[in-house]
T-cell receptor
Framework: DAGVTQSPTHLIKTRGQHVTLRCSPI?????VSWYQQVLGQGPQFIFQ???????GRGNFPDRFSARQFPNYSSELNVNALLLGDSALYLC??????????FGPGTRLLVL | AQSVTQPDIHITVSEGASLELRCNYS??????LFWYVQSPGQGLQLLLKYFSGDTLVQGIKGFEAEFKRSQSSFNLRKPSVHWSDAAEYFC?????????????FGKGTRLHILP
């Protein structure tokens, strides 16, 4: 079975630009969560979606937004990029309230 | 508020030696607890999880962890490490209120293996 997939794998943007990251969950999983991992730190929760509804939001500014599509895939959007947004962005999927399985991540570099 | 503390930022052990990585958590109810491993530049792989029941949990790659409620700890152990175990290890607690299944991670422990 395919695991969680994310695209792109790497991305370079400049300050002020916008970025869209994509995630496809494991087949049958209806929940998708997004995490930001800054170098040298543990992942920080950004959003969780379940059945296309936002179920949780971490302490991130409104520049960060997300959505989940009918096929349960998800997009994370970040507007007005800052240097501090450079990080590994991880997507995780789960069936219900239980184990989250992570994708390989998208590494974003903001110059 | 929920939190996870991994007191050791770096640990170095010799190949073949035993390993214990420490984790303490703060959570208002019975927690869901996890250990994940991350190799350089990679995503997170689940090693093991505790939801309920037997407090000694077996995972993949020969790892185990013990949940001790009285100490709010969930330490990860392996009897004999291999060079391929060198990676970053994250302890995490699941916050499962209102179907919000976010995970709160510790800052990680980087494991170095001496040949």
């Amino acid at each position: 079975d395919a695991g969680v997939t994310q695209s792109p794998t790497h991305l370079i943007k400049t300050r002020g630009q916008h970025v869209t990251l994509r995630c496809s969950p494991i087949s049958g999983h209806k929940s998708v969560s997004w995490y930001q991992q800054v170098l040298g730190q543990g992942p920080q929760f950004i959003f969780q979606y379940y059945e296309k509804e936002e179920r949780g939001r971490g302490n991130f500014p409104d520049r960060f937004s997300a959505r989940q599509f009918p096929n349960y895939s998800s997009e994370l959007n970040v507007n007005a990029l800052l240097l501090g947004d450079s990080a590994l962005y991880l997507c995780a999927s789960s069936w219900q309230q239980e184990t989250q399985y992570f994708g390989p991540g998208t590494r974003l570099l903001v110059l | 508020a929920q939190s996870v503390t991994q007191p050791d930022i770096h640990i170095t052990v010799s190949e073949g030696a035993s390993l214990e990585l420490r984790c303490n958590y703060s959570y208002g109810a019975t927690p869901y607890l996890f250990w994940y491993v991350q190799s350089p530049g990679q995503g997170l792989q689940l090693l093991l999880k505790y939801f309920s029941g037997d407090t000694l949990v077996q995972g993949i790659k020969g790892f185990e962890a013990e949940f001790k409620r009285s100490q709010s700890s969930f330490n990860l152990r392996k009897p004999s490490v291999h060079w391929s175990d060198a990676a970053e290890y994250f302890c995490a607690v699941g916050a499962t209120m209102n179907r919000d299944d976010k995970i709160i991670f510790g800052k990680g422990t980087r494991l170095h293996i001496l040949p």
